[in-house]
């Protein structure tokens, strides 16, 4: 079993829709969660960060979180063109300091 | 402030060769830590190192190296490398302390090795 998986892509909304990106992982102790986008061909950007069970809102994202199930979210609302990118979710498990990722979701936003 | 500096951007060594990249982390950040990222995976956990110490390792090859000097900056070291190794090598700065862990990248040293 993989320690992160997201779902997978790519995931094509028009513009101005909800795109819902969904990631589950397998250590039950896990405290730290993110979400990274990442444009093709450059680093990945910290957009969100989550610790505590329930929903996160930052301008047009919305993280959630739910530990019981080991699950994490997050939607983005009115996509936009330049929201076209791949997104990883990132997972801090128990003491490790070290980031462990999801393969990423492709998401383009279609005009 | 600026943000986490990489260099070089872009690396083309041959099969056998040895590496050196570098990494100056965000003013005020004390931790650096390295991951590797191939097409189309997500970044897999090399290194972190916190006050000059090494606070983790991950799945990596003795062939793989690093260090962090007094002023934060760090280096990763890869040895006799392999076709294999061709990836975007990511350094990502943290605070370091107890319960920070957000995490930012550089923009990343693409390698090829030929």
């Known amino acids: 079993q993989k320690e992160v998986e997201q779902n997978s892509g790519p995931l094509s909304v028009p513009e101005g829709a909800i795109a819902s990106l969904n990631c589950t992982y397998s250590?039950?102790?896990?405290?730290?969660f993110f979400w990274y986008r990442q444009y093709s061909g450059k680093s990945p950007e910290l957009i969100m960060s989550?610790?505590?069970?329930g929903d996160k809102e930052d301008g047009r994202f919305t993280a959630q979180l739910n530990k019981a199930s080991q699950y994490v979210s997050l939607l983005i609302r009115d996509s936009q063109p330049s929201d076209s990118a791949t997104y990883l979710c990132?997972?801090?498990?128990?003491?490790?300091?070290?980031?462990?990722f999801g393969a990423g979701t492709t998401v383009t936003v279609r005009a | 402030d600026a943000g986490v500096t990489q260099s070089p951007t872009h690396l083309i060594k041959t099969r056998g060769q040895h590496v050196t990249l570098r990494c100056s982390p965000i003013?005020?950040?004390?931790?650096v830590s390295w991951y590797q990222q191939v097409l189309g995976q997500g970044p897999q956990f090399i290194f972190q190192?916190?006050?000059?110490?090494?606070?983790g390792r991950g799945n990596f090859p003795d062939r793989f190296s690093a260090r962090q000097f007094p002023n934060y900056s760090s280096e990763l070291n890869v040895n006799a490398l392999l076709l294999g190794d061709s990836a975007l090598y990511l350094c990502?700065?943290?605070?370091?302390?107890?319960?920070?862990?957000?995490?930012?990248f550089g923009p990343g040293t693409r390698l090829t090795v030929t």
């Open positions: 003013s005020g950040h004390k931790s």
């Open positions: 250590d039950r102790g896990s405290q730290s």
């Open positions: 990132a997972v801090n498990m128990r003491s490790d300091y070290k980031l462990s």
């Open positions: 190192y916190y006050e000059k110490e090494e606070r």
């Open positions: 989550i610790y505590s069970n």
């Open positions: 990502a700065s943290s605070l370091g302390g107890s319960g920070s862990y957000e995490q930012y």
